[in-house]
């Protein structure tokens, strides 16, 4: 089983449409989370950090629940520029030894016209 | 402020060569890490640096190699290059070494590394 799991898709939406994306990880003592965004044949770009709480910026929010290991991003009014890989990452670090992020396979999203 | 740079951008190789891949952090962090990202699949984690220590290894053979130097400025070493090996390398600076509350890694832009 991989430590983070993503549906690969692709989620084909028109615009406008809300979209959301779920993921899963295995360790439970994973520690720090995140949604990054990958544009085709570029790096992966920090979309916004994950708490318990949930988070909101803008037309995104995620979601976290330690309890079932599951992770969510929420993208509402969705634009074509919105279009890209959506990579779900759990950073493994355990009291400051180590920073390793673990991403998911991504999730690509394209927002039709 | 400049963000993660790393060079070159693209190179090409045959099997059996050696690599060196370079990376300079943003400026102010210390913490430097190597990803390797195959076409189709998300980025797996090679090795993190910290302060010039080693501070973390993912599943890699040996012939993958990596410093950090006193102006936190990193290399990526890869010998004997196997096909398998293509792929977009990328290199993440962060401010802090992990844990709870930690900054998230910026990343560069890659070099992208095709054996023949």
């Known amino acids: 089983r991989k430590e983070v799991e993503q549906d690969p898709g692709p989620f084909n939406v028109p615009e406008g449409a809300t979209v959301a994306f779920n993921c899963t990880y295995s360790?439970?003592?994973?520690?720090?989370f995140f949604w990054y965004r990958q544009d085709c044949r570029k790096e992966p770009k920090l979309l916004m950090s994950?708490?318990?709480s949930g988070n909101e910026d803008g037309r995104f929010t995620a979601q976290l629940n330690r309890a079932s290991q599951y992770i969510s991003l929420l993208i509402r009014d969705s634009k074509l520029s919105d279009s890209a890989t959506y990579l779900c990452?759990?950073?493994?670090?355990?009291?400051?030894?180590?920073?390793?992020?673990?991403f998911g396979t991504g999730t690509l999203l394209a927002v039709q016209p | 402020d400049a963000g993660v740079t790393q060079s070159p951008t693209h190179l090409i190789k045959t099997r059996g060569q050696h690599v060196t891949l370079r990376c300079s952090p943003i400026s102010g962090h210390k913490s430097v890490s190597w990803y390797q990202q195959v076409l189709g699949q998300g980025p797996q984690f090679i090795f993190q640096?910290?302060?010039?220590?080693?501070?973390g290894r993912g599943n890699f053979p040996d012939r993958f190699s990596a410093r950090q130097f006193p102006n936190y400025s990193s290399e990526l070493n890869v010998n004997a290059l196997l096909l398998g090996d293509s792929a977009l390398y990328l290199c993440?600076?962060?401010?802090?070494?992990?844990?709870?509350?930690?900054?998230?890694?910026?990343f560069g832009d890659g070099t992208r590394l095709s054996i023949l």
């Open positions: 994950v708490y318990s």
């Open positions: 993440a600076s962060s401010s802090t070494t992990g844990g709870i509350g930690n900054q998230p890694q910026h």
């Open positions: 640096y910290y302060e010039k220590e080693e501070r």
């Open positions: 990452v759990v950073n493994k670090g355990y009291g400051g030894a180590t920073n390793k992020l673990i």
């Open positions: 360790n439970s003592a994973s520690q720090s």
